[in-house]
């Protein structure tokens, strides 16, 4: 059975940071891209970031970049979002999700499993 489950989120103020994590089961997870997303209240859901199956090539949508980190633990079957410099429009329930090739994407419907998201709140 495909699974995801995502953790760390919280409540934060602006300029904080947190980890967030997100656990695949290995069937899931070994040989595909692993992303990132989040949806704000009343706004549709937006790609984060986005990593290889092999963990060598990342990519951020632009209103992340230089701030947030995505990385993966074959060994674990994890992926990380390290999130830095936080601002209130981070705010967002974030979402873990496992695509359905090996190489980076960014759009949602490239992605065949989603967790059930975690709220990340940043506060001004």
């Known amino acids: 059975q495909v699974q995801l489950v995502e953790s760390g989120g919280g409540v934060v103020q602006a300029g904080g940071s947190l980890r967030l994590s997100c656990a695949a089961s290995?069937?899931?997870?070994?040989?595909?891209?692993m992303g990132w997303f989040r949806q704000a209240p009343g706004k549709e859901r937006e790609f984060v970031a986005a990593?290889?199956?092999?963990?060598?090539?990342?990519d951020y949508a632009d209103s992340v970049k230089g701030r947030f980190t995505i990385s993966r633990d074959r060994a674990k079957n994890m992926v990380y979002l390290e999130m830095n410099n936080l601002t209130p429009e981070d705010t967002a329930v974030y979402y873990c999700?496992?695509?359905?090739?090996?190489?980076?994407?960014?759009?949602?419907?490239?992605?065949?499993?989603w967790g059930q998201g975690t709220q990340v709140t940043v506060s001004s």
């Open positions: 290995a069937r899931t997870f070994f040989n595909y891209a």
């Open positions: 999700a496992r695509a359905g090739q090996a190489s980076v994407q960014r759009a949602a419907d490239d992605y065949s499993y």
């Open positions: 990593i290889a199956w092999h963990g060598y090539t990342t």
